[in-house]
């Protein structure tokens, strides 16, 4: 492939996984965040890069000729309700300021995740369909939605080539850090640990999920589909499978754990109410002909082992 890659908030949950696959299949690839990695922990170059510092990412861009940049830096859905203003900056500015520093360079494609979080019970939240009505009321799923416009604008005037997939919650080995979805992969890393959990959402809640190895190759074959194929200017559903805390946990302890939950609901309750049960991906599947490996039981299974204790 050889694309030039720059990822920005490359030590978040998604980064490792997106650099092992495009490393593998020969791209370059900078990874910059504003945190510093631990020492030996980087397979690939690496910057310190604050994503507000347009003219950074500018110099950056032209110093390693880069023609794709995956913009992960944000702030979560859960985290974000604790500092709602901040999460507006840093979740818009990190977006608008990629997007100027990268008109009229080298740089031909941009990724941005969106997220359930922009959809709401005015959604019919049975199965959410690509194009409905959004109100999100999280300040995450509000500045997703912000972006979703951001991107339609640029794509439509022609001005940039951004593409975007709204991210259900996703099961990584990785940790998560401030999302509604995070008992996942919280669960799995108790359940290995042999130590119980306190979940913050009622049993039967039931949310949309995805092995992140599934995100990685819906997104990069996304990114590298011909722009003819992408039929809208905004962001693509992406679903894999359905789970709840309970199910999940069943799921954790038919391979062999005795994870034990109490169940104690917060906040998070609230933001899960509003958010999908299930999501309708067929424009994705359509459009870029892809399809899930990992059902729920195979990405418990696989992620559970990948974790270290
Ligand atoms: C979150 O829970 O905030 C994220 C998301 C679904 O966007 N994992």
Request: charged share 25%; with cysteine; proline share 4%.
């Given at each position: 492939m050889n694309n030039r890659i720059l990822i920005i908030g490359?030590?978040?949950?998604?980064g490792g996984v997106f650099i092992e696959a495009l490393l593998k299949r020969g791209d370059f690839v900078l990874a910059s965040d504003i945190n510093t990695p631990k020492k030996?922990?980087?397979?690939c170059e690496f910057v310190f890069l604050d994503a507000l510092n347009e003219r950074k990412i500018k110099k950056i861009i032209l110093k390693y000729n880069i023609s794709q940049i995956y913009n992960f830096a944000a702030v979560l859905s859960a985290k974000g309700e604790k500092d709602p203003m901040t999460t507006w900056d840093i979740n818009m500015g990190a977006l608008l300021k990629v997007v100027k520093a990268s008109?009229?360079?080298?740089?031909?494609t941009i990724f941005w995740p969106s997220s359930i979080a922009v959809f709401s019970k005015h959604s019919g939240l049975a199965c959410v369909k690509n194009d409905v009505t959004m109100f999100p009321n999280t300040m995450y799923g509000i500045t997703k939605l912000a972006g979703e416009k951001i991107m339609s604008y640029y794509n439509e005037k022609g001005l940039m080539d951004i593409r975007s997939i709204r991210y259900p919650g996703v099961v990584s080995s990785t940790e998560p850090g401030g999302g509604t979805t995070d008992y996942v992969v919280e669960m799995l890393q108790n359940a290995k640990e042999n130590k119980p959990y306190t979940c913050p959402l009622r049993k039967d809640t039931v949310l949309p999920m995805i092995h992140i190895k599934d995100v990685v190759t819906a997104t990069l074959e996304l990114m590298g589909?011909?722009?003819?194929?992408?039929?809208?200017s905004g962001a693509y559903n992406l679903g894999s499978f359905e789970t709840s805390p309970e199910k999940w946990s069943n799921t954790i302890n038919s391979l062999g754990y005795s994870l034990k939950i109490t169940y104690k609901e917060d906040f998070r309750q609230k933001i899960a109410d509003s958010?999908?049960?299930?999501?309708?991906d067929s424009l994705f599947r359509r459009d870029i002909a892809w399809e899930p490996i990992y059902d729920e039981r195979a990405t418990a299974e696989d992620i559970i082992e990948q974790l270290v204790i």
């Amino acid at each position: 492939m050889n694309n030039r890659i720059l990822i920005i908030g490359a030590l978040g949950q998604l980064g490792g996984v997106f650099i092992e696959a495009l490393l593998k299949r020969g791209d370059f690839v900078l990874a910059s965040d504003i945190n510093t990695p631990k020492k030996d922990n980087m397979k690939c170059e690496f910057v310190f890069l604050d994503a507000l510092n347009e003219r950074k990412i500018k110099k950056i861009i032209l110093k390693y000729n880069i023609s794709q940049i995956y913009n992960f830096a944000a702030v979560l859905s859960a985290k974000g309700e604790k500092d709602p203003m901040t999460t507006w900056d840093i979740n818009m500015g990190a977006l608008l300021k990629v997007v100027k520093a990268s008109l009229n360079t080298s740089v031909q494609t941009i990724f941005w995740p969106s997220s359930i979080a922009v959809f709401s019970k005015h959604s019919g939240l049975a199965c959410v369909k690509n194009d409905v009505t959004m109100f999100p009321n999280t300040m995450y799923g509000i500045t997703k939605l912000a972006g979703e416009k951001i991107m339609s604008y640029y794509n439509e005037k022609g001005l940039m080539d951004i593409r975007s997939i709204r991210y259900p919650g996703v099961v990584s080995s990785t940790e998560p850090g401030g999302g509604t979805t995070d008992y996942v992969v919280e669960m799995l890393q108790n359940a290995k640990e042999n130590k119980p959990y306190t979940c913050p959402l009622r049993k039967d809640t039931v949310l949309p999920m995805i092995h992140i190895k599934d995100v990685v190759t819906a997104t990069l074959e996304l990114m590298g589909v011909e722009k003819e194929k992408i039929s809208t200017s905004g962001a693509y559903n992406l679903g894999s499978f359905e789970t709840s805390p309970e199910k999940w946990s069943n799921t954790i302890n038919s391979l062999g754990y005795s994870l034990k939950i109490t169940y104690k609901e917060d906040f998070r309750q609230k933001i899960a109410d509003s958010w999908p049960k299930k999501v309708d991906d067929s424009l994705f599947r359509r459009d870029i002909a892809w399809e899930p490996i990992y059902d729920e039981r195979a990405t418990a299974e696989d992620i559970i082992e990948q974790l270290v204790i």
